[in-house]
């Protein structure tokens, strides 16, 4: 990345004695932040006018339901996006929605979203599903168009998502006999760097040097006050 995306992947906010118990997120859930190259597109099929369309940004929680020798299902959760340019028409995405990948001869995908698309004159729900099913992103990515089906010839949205999973803590330990706080955190392969603050709300100082590395040891911090850790992505 050229420019600094701040990402709030994890607090802890407990005081960090020996008996100290850092909240993690369930492993079985996965939150997910837009990448570039997602967009919304608002189109009217009878309407002399080109289809708007509208980068995205946003993020939404992908919680494992089941696998079976061919597929495993997931429920997309808590979606909030938002697609618009500066000074432009602005559009903002809620919902809910199932994604199932898999198959028995070639790997396939399934996305269905419920969601609520808002703009400065309406509210829409738009029932939405992929119509090409090809797989062209690598695992734990995902990368899928979908179309609203319950459109009419005034309003038909259509959705691209590039998503991949947040920077996240899956581990802050203290070690109440040296002092010392353990992070670890899935970075999926981009460089970050831990910052500290003494209060949730910051200022937050770096700790670490810029690294690809997912664990990192804060030395000799363990007293009885409050800590709050974030992750950079560079």
């Known amino acids: 990345m050229n420019s600094r995306n701040l990402i709030f992947a994890g607090v802890l906010g407990v005081w960090m004695t020996e008996n100290a118990l850092a909240q993690v997120p369930d492993a079985a859930t996965q939150i997910y932040t837009l990448n570039s190259g997602s967009h919304l597109t608002d189109d009217c099929p009878i309407c002399d006018r080109m289809p ?24 997309l959760q808590d979606i909030s996006f938002h697609a618009g340019t500066k000074g432009g028409a602005e559009y903002w995405v809620t919902g809910t929605g199932t994604y199932q990948v898999g198959g028995e001869v070639a790997v396939a995908q399934d996305i269905f979203l419920d969601l609520q698309i808002a703009n400065s004159f309406e509210n829409t729900r738009a029932l939405c599903v992929n119509e090409d ?54 970075s999926n392969g981009h460089q970050v760097q831990v910052e500290r603050a003494s209060l949730v709300a910051g200022p937050y100082s770096p700790i670490s040097p810029i690294t690809r590395d997912q664990t990192f040891t804060d030395m000799g911090v363990l007293t009885n006050r409050a800590l709050f850790y974030r992750l950079r992505q560079y």
């Open 52 to 75: 708007i369309v509208v980068p995205m940004t946003g993020t939404f929680r992908l919680q494992f339901l089941d696998q079976n020798p061919l597929v495993a299902r997931y429920q």
């Open 133 to 186: 099913r090809t797989v062209s992103a690598l695992w734990p990515q995902i990368q899928v168009s979908v179309l609203q089906t319950n459109g009419t010839v005034t309003k038909v949205y259509s959705l691209k998502l590039v998503a991949e999973p947040a920077l996240q803590f899956r581990a802050i330990t203290p070690d109440g006999k040296k002092n010392n706080v353990r992070l670890d955190w899935e």
